[in-house]
């Protein structure tokens, strides 16, 4: 399988042109990108889907950096009402459409990646967890190692906490769920 150059680009931490992202948000994303790659090595993933995952680390905050106004230009329209902290990862995905990647997945799952999503398969659950579990986040640093240390052999059980601990955040400060966030809840605790 032949993988287009912006993801084989990504998997070495080689952003495309249009990326926003400062030096630290860059490190984070390295981080993300390396949890990614161990599980993916954990899993025996093959080698192809190992150079998708470390892409999937990059290319995630590719954006995040950017000013929120210009961002709400790209995304789709049922993404207009999200939050500027959430646009993004649909922006990102929107400018990796248009640079002509038409991999479904990796793209739902860089637009997704601080919601979740109902659809969400191995990849964008993985993708969904690394984000928040990366070593250099200062918060939480005990459970979350712990949740590190787990995720490789139970992926499903630290997925459920992520998102849990997530959605309280959300409730906390009182705001509303999208409906994405509900779709992945539910899928996560019914099962497949």
Same mark, same amino acid.
């Given at each position: ?14 952003? !495309? ?8 948000? *860059?490190?984070?994303?390295? *981080? ?42 790209? $995304? ?58 990366? !070593? ?15 995720? !490789?052999?139970? !992926? ?25 966030? $509900? ?10």
């Amino acid at each position: 399988m032949s993988l287009p150059e912006v993801i084989d680009r990504a998997a070495s931490g080689t952003l !495309p042109d249009w990326a926003e992202a400062s030096s630290s948000r *860059r490190a984070h994303m390295a *981080r993300v990108a390396a949890l990614l790659s161990e599980w993916a090595d954990r899993w025996r993933l093959p080698a192809a889907e190992r150079v998708r995952w470390a892409s999937a680390g990059y290319l995630h905050d590719a954006l995040r950096d950017a000013d929120p106004t210009s961002l709400r230009a790209l $995304v789709p329209e049922e993404m207009a009402g999200v939050g500027d902290g959430v646009l993004h990862g649909p922006a990102a995905a929107a400018r990796l459409r248009e640079d002509g990647l038409d991999d479904e997945e990796l793209l739902a799952v860089v637009t997704y990646h601080t919601l979740g999503h109902p659809g969400f398969g191995r990849l964008g659950r993985a993708l969904y967890i690394a984000d928040f579990l990366e !070593p250099g986040r200062d918060f939480l640093n005990e459970w979350r190692a712990e949740l590190r240390a787990r995720a !490789p052999s139970h !992926p499903d059980g630290v997925t459920i906490e992520v998102a849990a601990a997530r959605m309280r955040h959300i409730l906390k400060r009182r705001l509303p769920l999208r409906s994405e966030t $509900v779709g992945f809840w539910n899928a996560l605790v019914t099962g497949p």
